[in-house]
């Protein structure tokens, strides 16, 4: 019986929580040309502690990373469900 409801939640891609690992693959290919992050402030804001701190809501972040903001181009076509999932796990660890 578990092992048909994790089948179905993969199938539907609605309860995966996301792998931080490979959330940090996504992360460098498609965030860190611009989000460096550490201290310095280049190009777009520091993600570092944007989650893990509280401050932001995950749906609203996800929404941003989806339609873009300001000079952030939207990623909704480039990433998948999966890999939003991963990508905001690393964020968590950040
Ligand atoms: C082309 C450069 C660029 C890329 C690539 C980019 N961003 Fe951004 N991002 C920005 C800029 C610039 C802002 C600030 C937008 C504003 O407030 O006008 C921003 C803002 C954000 C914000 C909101 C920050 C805040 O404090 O309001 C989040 C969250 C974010 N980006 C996440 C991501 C993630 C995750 C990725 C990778 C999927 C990504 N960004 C890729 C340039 C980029």
Redesign the pocket.
């Known amino acids: 019986m578990l092992f048909l409801i994790c089948t179905a939640c993969v199938a539907l891609g609605g309860c995966h929580r996301g792998s931080p690992d490979a959330g940090a693959i996504?992360?460098k290919r498609?965030?860190f040309?611009?989000?460096r992050g550490g201290t310095t402030q280049d190009?777009?804001?520091s993600?570092f502690g944007?989650l893990s701190e509280g401050k932001?809501n995950e749906s609203e972040?996800r929404r941003?990373?989806r339609d873009g903001?300001?000079?952030?181009?939207p990623?909704r076509k480039r990433?998948s469900r999966s890999e939003l999932n991963d990508?905001l796990a690393y964020?968590r660890t950040l």
């Open positions: 996504v992360y498609y965030c040309g611009c989000h190009f777009a804001p993600l944007y932001h972040t941003i990373i903001k300001g000079n952030m181009p990623f990433l990508l964020m």
